[in-house]
């Protein structure tokens, strides 16, 4: 019996072996080329609260305040560690020195649970060195092997050039426009809807040494 499911569990390719039951919130800590994502926790709160409070930053994505204070990081870190925001959310940190750079998070998608939908953020000195590509490699490579999904889902600003390069890059494809709730701007913005699919992200595993 116990040769039958190996055998059958050999059988299957690599990316099919370890799926859990169900879509549950496995968080495991992700380390990549010069990254390590792991749970935000209380040390975090000054560099997060230093980052996050960048219009720039608040105006392309959904949910966060404008200003941010250390209260707010202070009580981001706290909804994390009790699964209050009902989502896979990491730090993005430096693995060299441990520096926390940004955020980056998995959330559902759907209601039935085959689709989840990525986001980040990056403090702005750490712009444009390929640091949220990399965290996203890391995290769709995770999702599609850890998780029983279909596919990931991302969404950016129509304005948001570097977002959509990074999704480009990490091969989703265009779907659509629409529009979400920005809590900053108060309002509706513009945005273009991606999607990567598991067999097209089996098709590109091997991301390549550029970012
Ligand atoms: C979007 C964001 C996460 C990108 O982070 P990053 O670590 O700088 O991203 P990367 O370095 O991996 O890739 C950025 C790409 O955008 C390109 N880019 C950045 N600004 C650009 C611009 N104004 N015009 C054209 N390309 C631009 C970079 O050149 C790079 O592409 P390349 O590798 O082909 O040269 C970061 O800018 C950020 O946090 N912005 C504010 C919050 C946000 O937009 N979050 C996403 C919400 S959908």
Redesign the pocket.
Known sequence: MQGELLRESQSRPPEERQKPESGGRYCPVLLSRRLVLRAPHEDDIDALAHLAN?A???????RMPHPYTAADAADFVRRTKEGGIGKCVYAITLADNGAF??C?GLEPGDENGRTLEI??????P???????????HALVDMAFRARDIDQID????VM??????????CGFQFQGSGMVPSLALGGMVP?EWYRLDRKTWLSLRSWGD??
């Open positions: 960048n720039a930053i608040a105006t392309m994505v959904s750079l940004g980056c986001g980040y953020w990056l403090g702005e750490y712009w444009n060195e390929g640091y949220t590509t990399e965290a996203a991302a969404r950016c600003r948001n050039v570097a977002s959509r390069r990074v999704i480009q890059k945005v550029t970012h």
